[in-house]
């Protein structure tokens, strides 16, 4: 009875859900009632039958809760305790699992939809196993939902944990919750889990597990539901712990100490991949799974209670019911006996009704019940018609909840305040967060409650939940107030101490309710608040705080809208609360550009932003300024109106108006200025005005034009005044004037001036009047200008008083005549008297001259050839070397040419195209580079094996010593290693190479599927993505390196870093939802590249780069970074009671606020964060300097991964990309080798130095981190790490620095073009492609294509499929493809080639033929001479072309035949038809070339142009490339050999460690052999093992002895060792007998099982059982059927078999 109490429907649970009291009487019923159908049904259709009437019967239950009561919507009856009757006992978890999940429901027994006579036994056990792992995840997240419902803390996933558990912290948490004083929290271990986190479990994270156990004691939870301190920590039985959770759950339920646990089965959503790893966990284990079902009985069997006396308390309580006596009744719920909780004395007559009303409902029902369903009279049970105690417990409750509710109904119609504080502080309502301060709000708002509910026509009593958020609303308001006072506190505050952050932080406090504030505009919320409180001349009051936020807020808008358009800063500036005046939005452009132009004058301030006071004043300055402008253009526009009116006068008084501001305007040049305004207006398009600039600049021209003309006046007047009086002095000063002086005046001709001057003048004086006063200038624009001779006046109109005097030379006339009187006099009078005078001297002297001239010319001639004989003959060497010099540089240019130019000539390519030709040096290096990589492939591997054997021998040996077991298995394994190493040398050579046809075909085969795979990387890209992580990792280890040979050559490396990137590309497309996925998860693609360059190809790069900044780090002893303040504190703390050997008076657990506030912390703080800023920089400059060495795949992926974030997340900015860039390129590459470089190899560690000491670990650690946060731009913020804020500007900076290094590392050519890959290569290749891979990987490989070959290539057509038909429908056996006798991890060398080679499309053929055509063309310009390659193909062949053909031809066979000699794989394969046409004739080349010409031309391939010169580019670009490759080839020769050297020290290694374990195992060999002799049999049963005939022993020699114990399962059951066995009841055990026998092999033992006359034979081999113990497993399971004990299992075997005496 007393398992009642533990029924799940406890009286906390009740609330406003008044079903779950239905659901407890339904599954009360349910019970007593199932268990009566399930002793009458005996076949399947009266199960069926009780079924369907349970389902009628559900429907009938309890009004209002028919849905509640249909056992179809209670997923599974999952009742953690049974209802339990005097006479007969029921687990209602018997009824779950048959009906659920996987197995169906009742529904479908009723409909005949069950499947299960369709499931084989091996599904139906699959099923209850997923089932059954499902069902342990509810557990998990039932465990979970608790204890963190108890501890107030959130908790990791679900499927994460178990390995969350294991150190005890959130137990010892959940320990603290029920027992504080057992588990106080100064006492939890590790309780921030530091230590965890940084290095994983500490044997002292057992202390928290054995406080929870301590506490579960002292609450008083029974013992048998504890597990072993081991199950926890070791992790070895996990479920028994979470079963041991659900058990205190309903312990400390029962007594009121914690909340019930949720039932989540049937509702908990897990994924098909956790369900399926869950339990495989659970087999890995063999972990029997706890009956959570039986929980509650197992704690009623465990807890002692007097059965009869409850049930006569029960029984005394109906009694009284029936009797309808209320006292009584009450008297009766009073015994102790009862065991009934929270009775309260004031409701008695409400109990009384409630429990008879429901005894009247539960006795309608029984008998509706036997109606239905027919009961013997004799098994009829009492509490089918009286109230069991959980029911009466049940009514108890909700009548205290209603009796309660009502309570305070009245209180609120009565205003009582004294009544409503009884009511709600009632234990029964168990409400929340009561305020007694807040009482009189409370009735107010519960009483307002009540009245609108009675005004909508709901008079209800109001509920818990009602009252509840009543007593939430009213704490929030009355909080409201005091919030605000401490918010403008803190404000006040902030403002004194001038610390802008505490303001800030002030302002955002939800709780005072200002308005938003924006982050960017801290600065001038501080100035201006600091303003406002000093104007004042006191504190600030919260009215002033919310109206300065709102103004504030608004200024800061538009601050930023300045930035914006013209309409958002309007809008802006608009808005009610920015509180600026005299907005025009005409003139808002005029404000942004104001605006812009004072903000940038601010960026150098504390503030950067525009206050109130300055955008108001921008604004008003901005009004007046447009105000004059505009006045200013009005006046313009009269301008241009004066202009069309032709009125000057008026012109110039509107031009010295003031408000025009224009300058330098004179009276007297009126006229010209109006002129000179016409003038330009009339350039302009008609309707076009003039604007004031144009205007000031055509007023500066007229002055200018003013002062020029009278200057030109003044020259001409005193020119022709010389010329008048014919001063030749004076004529020439006037020339010479310095301001306006004439051009080519040359003083010595002054005279001739005069003369042609007067002549001119005296030529204009018969033309017009002389001696008139005016004279007339025009300036060089064509404006006219008059002069008074007289006064010097000057007009610029003509007036009727003006006489003009004619005779007058102008300035133009003058300066003509200069002009060409200077020329005449130089060119005509001093050439011509030079030329005279030498003229005369020839003249004199002709005769002389001539016989002058021949002599000389003679002699010369004579004595210049001599000199050029003897020159030669003395310096014949040095001719030589010129001669060889030039020829030199001949070639050079050429060889430049070759190389650089466009279009090399013919004469070029041909000088250069031997070196097309495969010498033998050629064939003998591609020979040798072949093997070298065959043998490191196969080093590798060989060397991976013997690592891994010898691992394997370290355990076994470790076993062998713990155990004292028999070498057998080990000296095999030796044997196996030995055979391996015996086999090395002929790996390569080992495979498919039987001599027949079949296993030809199949190598082919294979060979054409291996190379499909290696050039076409989708294929294996979509494979490792659809493989399991754990399979795809050993995948990529095991195949794909090897498919690549470890990139060991150009080619290689390409095809893997284009498997790399099209991998990578797919899983971005594909599995990214969001950019973020990429750095929290590990895309498959990333680890694939971050670990083959770390370990491989980047693995120097790193090295070199790191270890010496490294190295300098860790011999550097006084650099000691340490930035946790309470670490720091504590270090000081002790060292000072270390120095005075006295206790510190100082506490020793503080904050990192605490702990700061001494100085001689912020001291040593300082220093670490000095240190640590200048290391961290070192380290980021020398990251940023070694860009160009990263590996080129590392940089090549980034940009890839770039591309592709790019493309599917267009909407993400380029900062939020680099991140994620950054994330692989440093933080996946290089920050694991910084935080840990002895993990890497990055450092040398000396280990009998212990290696890293912690705070060398602590200083890279800590380095590592700030280069994290700079990488992802990440600064430190509040909390624990403010300390460490001022480290944030030093990390943006530096994130600005990574950022252009990302973007340069991502800049980086396309493969092709770094590894010189064209469509070309594959056909070019010297040497096929080879590969070397186990059996067992290549079966594999077989297999994983075949199974996922749907996903890899969807489409039916793909070439893929071909391939795979080919090898069969199944992947072969190591027996069906190598043979017998052959071990899987034996090496198969497949040379890849295309299986479609020759069968190509129209694309591929012409791409052949443009290959052979080059060839052809190659061997015919090498022997017919020509200019251009059209010229040499017209020519006529002669016989000794044909000769040299002949002769290069068989030369070039014979170095092709000693190549296929040397190896047949390679020589370049050459069809049939191609070898015929290398040997066809010159003349027949030239025709065929002819022909191909034309049909490359035809199809595009090649232009026919400058006489098919792009033939020629692709031959030298062919030469070109041949010379890398030589060049490449000899680097990689080096590099083999190297890593050849590397490899064989580390196989000798493993060697000599493999000879030490082999040493060591002869030596245990022979002690064990030594304790056997001496072993006492007299324990055992001796018996004869049956022997063959052929193996019966000799005469003379005795028969060997075997022993053999006997047990019975019930004896092996006791000890523990059997632990069940399916289909045989615990009584029957006796019954069933075990002989465990020894064998021939003293590790191998018979264990024989036998029932009655059935036995049945199993072999135990102990060093089986020592492999299962060292896994873990703690059942394993004999015959199919029986569970043992692995442990104790071996502890017999031991006890009975190798304990010596």
């Known amino acids: 009875m007393l398992r009642q109490m533990f029924s799940r429907d406890e009286e906390d649970v009740f609330g406003t859900d008044y079903s779950r009291l239905a659901r407890t009487a339904y599954r009360t019923r349910h019970a007593s009632l199932t268990t009566r159908m399930m002793r009458q049904s005996t076949t399947g259709s009266l199960l069926k039958q009780t079924c369907s009437n349970y389902n009628s019967l559900g429907r009938q239950s309890s009004n209002g809760n028919q849905s509640l009561l249909n056992h179809t919507n209670i997923p599974g009856f999952r009742s953690r305790s049974s209802s339990v009757s005097s006479t007969a006992s029921f687990d209602s978890s018997w009824f779950k699992p048959s009906f659920r999940a996987s197995y169906g429901s009742i529904d479908d027994l009723e409909s005949g939809d069950v499947t299960d006579g369709h499931m084989t036994a091996d599904e139906m056990d699959q099923k209850r196993k997923q089932n059954m792992a499902y069902e342990y995840l509810c557990h998990l997240e039932e465990a979970k939902k608790w204890i963190e419902a108890c501890i107030d803390e959130e908790l990791p996933a679900t499927t994460e944990l178990e390995e969350n558990l294991q150190n005890g912290v959130l137990l010892a948490k959940l320990g603290h919750f029920f027992a504080p004083k057992v588990v106080p929290l100064k006492r939890i271990y590790d309780k921030e889990l530091t230590r965890f986190k940084q290095s994983g479990l500490h044997y002292r994270h057992t202390d928290n597990v054995v406080q929870f156990f301590g506490a579960c004691e002292n609450a008083g939870l029974p013992s048998i539901f504890y597990p072993d301190t081991s199950d926890v920590y070791d992790r070895k039985n996990m479920p028994k712990l979470i079963y041991c959770i659900h058990a205190l759950s309903l312990f400390l339920h029962k007594l009121g100490k914690a909340p019930l646990i949720m039932d989540l089965v049937g509702t908990a959503q897990f994924s098909e991949e956790e369900i399926s790893a869950m339990r495989a966990e659970l087999d890995k284990y063999g972990i029997q799974m706890p009956a959570f079902g039986k929980i509650g009985g197992i704690l009623a069997n465990e807890m002692p209670v007097d059965e009869a006396a409850l049930h006569a308390a029960v029984i005394a309580i109906n009694d009284a019911l029936d009797r309808d006596d209320q006292q009584g009744t009450f008297h009766a719920l009073s015994n102790p006996m009862a065991l009934l909780t929270k009775l309260d004395d004031n409701f008695v007559s409400a109990y009384h009704e409630a429990l008879r009303s429901a005894k009247k409902m539960k006795g309608a029902d029984s008998s509706t019940a036997e109606d239905t369903v027919s009961v013997k009279t004799e098994e009829k049970d009492i509490y089918d018609v009286i109230l069991t105690q959980a029911e009466i417990q049940a009514e108890i409750s909700v009548t205290n909840l209603k009796q309660t509710l009502k309570e305070a109904d009245n209180a609120l119609l009565e205003r009582s305040l004294s009544k409503l504080k009884s009511s709600l502080t009632s234990s029964h309502l168990k409400l929340l967060n009561i305020n007694l301060d807040n009482l009189e709000s409370y009735l107010d708002a519960l009483l307002k409650l009540h009245e609108e509910r009675q005004g909508d026509g709901d008079f209800s009593l109001l509920n818990k939940q009602d009252i509840q958020d009543t007593i939430n609303s009213v704490n929030m308001d009355c909080n409201f107030e005091y919030q605000k006072n401490i918010s403008v506190d803190k404000i006040n505050k902030a403002l004194n101490s001038r610390n802008r952050d505490a303001l800030f932080e002030a302002l955002y406090d939800p709780k005072a309710k200002y308005p938003p504030v924006l982050n960017f505009a801290s600065d001038l919320y501080f100035e201006e608040f600091a303003v406002i409180r000093e104007d004042k001349g006191e504190d600030l009051v919260y009215a002033e705080v919310h109206g300065g936020v709102k103004v504030l807020t608004a200024v800061a808008k538009v601050n930023k809208a300045i930035s914006s358009s013209s309409e958002e800063l309007l809008a802006c500036l608009n808005e009610e609360d920015v509180h600026i005046m005299a907005v025009e939005a005409e003139n808002i452009t005029v404000y942004q550009q104001d605006m812009t132009s004072a903000l940038q004058n601010k960026q150098e301030m504390t503030n950067t932003l525009l206050t109130h006071s300055e955008l108001q004043e921008i604004i008003d300055v901005a009004n007046d300024n447009v105000k004059t402008e505009q006045t200013r253009l009005k006046l313009v526009e009269e301008i241009n109106d004066v202009l069309s009116n032709a009125n000057a006068e008026d012109l110039f008084v509107l031009l010295t108006n003031e408000a025009l501001q224009f300058e330098n305007v004179f009276p007297e040049l009126a006229v010209l200025y109006y002129n000179c305004l016409a003038k330009l207006k009339n350039s302009h398009p008609e309707g076009q005005s003039l604007r004031w600039n144009e205007i000031q600049s055509a007023i500066n021209l007229a002055d200018a034009q003013a002062a020029h003309g009278i200057l030109v006046a003044k020259a001409v007047t005193a020119i022709n005044d010389a010329v008048t009086e014919a001063s030749i002095d004076q004529l020439c000063s006037a020339l010479t004037e310095q301001e306006l002086k004439v051009k080519n005046v040359n003083v010595n001709c002054c005279k001739h001036y005069l003369e042609k001057l007067d002549e001119a003048r005296k030529e204009r004086s018969n033309n017009g009047k002389e001696g008139a006063e005016w004279l007339n200038v025009e300036l060089p624009d064509g404006t006219e200008m008059y002069y008074n001779l007289v006064n ?910």
């Open 792 to 1701: 010097g006046e000057h007009r610029w109109e003509v007036t009727d008083d003006m006489i003009f005097d004619s005779s007058l030379l102008t300035w133009d006339e003058i300066q003509k005549c200069v002009k060409k009187t200077t020329k005449a006099w130089v060119k005509g009078v001093q050439q011509k008297k030079a030329y005279k005078t030498r003229q005369k001297l020839f003249q004199a002297n002709e005769g002389s001259i001539i016989k002058i001239q021949s002599a000389v010319r003679s002699f010369l001639t004579r004595k210049a050839y001599k000199n050029r004989l003897n020159f030669l003959a003395n310096q014949s060497d040095s001719v030589i070397k010129i001669q060889a010099a030039w020829r030199g540089k001949k070639t050079r240019s050429d060889y430049q040419s070759l190389m650089f130019a466009e279009y090399p000539p013919l004469n070029v390519v041909r000088k250069f195209a031997h070196l097309l030709d495969q010498s033998d040096t050629d064939y003998a290096e591609e020979i040798e580079v072949q093997k070298q990589r065959q043998e490191i492939v196969a080093a590798i591997r060989h060397n991976q094996q013997l690592e891994k054997d010898a691992s394997n021998m370290d355990i076994k040996i470790g076993l062998l010593v713990k155990n004292r077991i028999t070498l057998e298995e080990v000296v095999t394994h030796e044997g196996k290693m030995s055979k391996k190493e015996q086999g090395l040398a002929c790996a390569v050579s080992a495979g498919l190479d039987s001599l027949n046809k079949e296993s030809h075909e199949r190598r082919k085969a294979y060979e054409h599927l291996f190379y499909q795979l290696q050039v076409e990387p989708q294929y294996l890209a979509r494979l490792i993505l659809e493989m399991p992580q754990q399979q795809s990792t050993k995948f990529i280890e095991s195949v794909i390196l090897t498919l690549y040979n470890y990139a060991s050559n150009p080619r290689d490396e390409y095809l893997l870093l284009k498997l790399f990137s099209t991998s990578l590309r797919q899983e971005i497309m594909q599995s990214i939802e969001n950019m973020t996925d990429i750095v929290t998860g590990t895309p498959l693609a990333i680890k694939m590249v971050v670990d083959f360059h770390r370990n491989a190809r980047g693995h120097s790069y790193l090295r070199d780069m790191l270890n010496p900044l490294i190295t300098s780090l860790l011999e550097d002893t006084s650099v000691k970074i340490n930035t946790n303040p309470t670490e720091v504190y504590k270090n000081w703390v002790n060292q000072q009671e270390t120095d005075s050997g006295v206790p510190s008076q100082l506490p020793y657990d503080v904050t990192n606020e605490e702990a700061l506030k001494h100085k001689e912390i912020q001291e040593l703080m300082e220093e670490s964060i000095q240190q640590l800023r200048s290391w961290s920089d070192k380290f980021l400059s020398l990251i940023l300097s070694s860009l160009d060495h990263i590996p080129y795949g590392m940089r090549y992926i980034s940009r890839v991964m770039l591309q592709s974030l790019t493309q599917k997340f267009p909407e993400a900015s380029e900062k939020d990309i680099l991140k994620i860039v950054g994330n692989l390129l440093y933080y996946r590459y290089i920050n694991s080798t910084i935080a840990a470089p002895d993990a890497y190899d990055i450092i040398d560690i000396d280990i009998e130095k212990g290696g890293l000491t912690p705070d060398q670990r602590r200083n890279l650690g800590s380095i590592a981190k700030i280069l994290q946060f700079a990488a992802s731009n990440k600064g430190f913020g509040g909390g624990d790490s403010q300390h460490l804020a001022c480290l944030n500007s030093y990390i943006k900076g530096s994130h600005e620095k990574f950022k252009q290094y990302f973007r340069k590392a991502c800049d980086v050519p396309d493969p092709e073009v770094h590894f010189n890959i064209n469509q070309y290569t594959e056909a070019a290749l010297v040497v096929k492609p080879r590969i070397s891979i186990s059996a067992d990987d290549l079966i594999n490989t077989h297999a994983k294509l075949l199974e996922y070959r749907a996903k890899i290539a969807p489409d039916s057509l793909d070439a893929i499929h071909e391939l795979l038909e080919d090898l069969g429908s199944a992947a072969p056996t190591v027996e069906e493809l190598m043979g017998s006798g052959v071990n899987k991890e034996d090496e198969i060398c497949l040379i890849l080639s295309s299986k479609h080679e020759g069968v190509e499309d129209a694309k591929s053929d012409l791409a052949s033929l443009l290959i052979s055509t080059k060839q052809l063309t190659i061997d015919i310009i090498r022997c017919q001479p020509g200019e251009n390659l059209t010229e040499v193909l017209d020519r006529e062949t002669s016989e000794d072309q044909e000769l040299q053909h002949r002769s290069m031809i068989s030369l070039q066979e014979q170095v092709d035949a000693r190549a296929v000699d040397k190896d047949a794989a390679v020589s370049r394969a050459k069809s049939v038809k191609e070898k015929s046409e290398r040997k066809m004739p010159l003349k027949d080349k030239k025709v065929k070339v002819k022909e191909d010409l034309s049909k490359l031309s035809g199809a595009g391939f090649i232009s026919s142009d400058s006489h098919y010169q792009a033939m020629m580019k692709l031959i030298a670009q062919d030469i070109r490339n041949q010379r890398r490759y030589r060049a490449a080839r000899r680097q990689d020769l080096q590099k083999l050999a190297d890593t050849k050297a590397n490899l064989q020290k580390k196989k000798l290694f493993f060697e000599s460690q493999i000879e030490y374990y082999n040493t060591y195992v002869k030596a245990c060999m022979a002690n064990m052999l030594a304790a056997g002799k001496r072993r006492s049999r007299s324990s055992y049963v001796s018996t004869s093992s049956p022997i063959e005939e052929d193996q019966k022993p000799k005469k003379g020699k005795k028969e060997p002895k075997h022993q053999t114990i006997k047990y019975t399962a019930a004896k092996l059951h006791e000890r523990g060792i059997v632990l069940e066995i399916d289909g045989i009841s615990p009584n029957q055990y006796k019954n069933v007998q075990f002989e465990i026998s020894t064998t021939v092999d003293p590790a191998v033992f018979q264990c024989t099982a036998k029932v009655l006359t059935v036995s049945e034979t199993h072999t135990l081999k102990l060093q089986e059982l020592l492999q299962l113990q060292y896994e873990g497993v703690a059942v394993m399971t004999l015959f199919d059927r029986a569970k043992i004990n692995v442990n104790l299992l071996i502890h017999l075997l031991n006890k009975k078999f190798y304990i010596t005496k």
